[in-house]
């Protein structure tokens, strides 16, 4: 059977599963997974493909168990895995993976540079892919295309296109120039947003706002970094929907992580995001009215004001 690489759906999912394809030097089956979801897409993976490689995707500790045993199964069954990620793990998790696959959990920019620096470092396009992850992941949007691949990254289609693009080297196309024009729109009705918003203040003085993007066209990371400039802000919230809140560091040190932790989430202290568990009559409201928002969400602005 082919190999196998497992990503995160996002831009730096994509750099390093294209960073992966090149090391692997075969055509493996590639699943977009999220971190929450990962016990899930574990337990749906057959025994039997020769490698799997796992990019980009953190174990959360409140599914620990399942991932283990799953990686435990597919590990005893002759896949060779190796596991490439960059977020905050539960030190007792990677001492029990440790012993099951070829495990490299370190702080870095974005999983693409920590693939590119532990196995490719000789490969000058991986370079390239690596330098993109980074942009990406840390929010920089510096280079030109970074906000198109993010937007491409939205649908599977898109994702596997530019996973194939960039695994070729190939950095710029026709339909990258289509997703430039679509960000476009996003920055306009991004601008419109963050001009409307209401600022607030921590009990220690830190500024913050919430921005609510259901419906709209703005893109959630990249008006919270504009509001972030324009408003001079510590962090902001950014509601993406019923069931997801992610908060961005602004313009001063914070750390987010424990808020996100304590509802369900993960990622950086820079970065990271809430999972919520709306009730099914919640869900109901959220589809009716666009701005509804659920117990937990009301809660989480709440806390908000003691980050
Ligand atoms: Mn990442």
Redesign the pocket.
Known sequence: MSDLIIT?V?V??VCSAAIAKRYLKTDPFVVFASPRRLDAVLRRTREGHERIVIT?LSLNHDISEAVIAEVQRLASSGSKITWVD?HAWNPADVEKLAKLCELTVESSP??ASLFFRKYMSDDDVSKKIAEIGDDA?TNANALENTLAYKYGTWELKNRLLLLDSFTRGEFEGDFIKKWQEEVKLQQEDSERLVSELSLFTTNTGKKYAVIDVRGRKAQGTYAAKLAAQKLDLDFAAVIYSCRSISFYRGVRDVNLLPLAERHGGGGHAYACGASLRPSLCERLLCFLSRHYKTKEMRRIIQELNSV
């Open positions: 995160h996002d730096d999912g980009d960059h974005s999983a992941d």
